[in-house]
């Protein structure tokens, strides 16, 4: 099957330079219903189908068994910056300890205070 050709392709490469599509591009969400909830936007709750699955692969240790060493590596600096007992640190499973770690850069570098 042949290329496809375009008209006056060469000109129209040095029209559009580095930008591939005519006048930029701006990544714009399309909403195809209407759910007013906040989840819908900052979560998966907003759709049926990925909150179902989602609440299924989430609390399964094995989906994390890739990244373990990066919980294991960030115990101890975590249970001592946010005052947790290590036995608590150390019973924590993937998702607590990243919620752990999400809390701290949120305390430490976004400026979110919490108690």
Known sequence: MPGLK?????QK????EETPLP??????PIYTYLDYSIDDDVSYNGCTYVKSTSSLRH???AN?????WVANFVREPLSLALNIPAREMAAADFRA???YA???VSREFEGAGFA
């Open 97 to 99: 300890v990243y919620h």
């Open 23 to 28: 006048h930029g591009f701006v990544n714009m």
């Open 59 to 61: 609390p399964d240790n």
């Open 13 to 16: 490469n040095l029209w559009l």
């Open 6 to 10: 375009i008209k006056d392709a060469k």
């Open 102 to 104: 999400d809390a701290y």
């Open 64 to 68: 994390y068994s890739d990244f373990w």
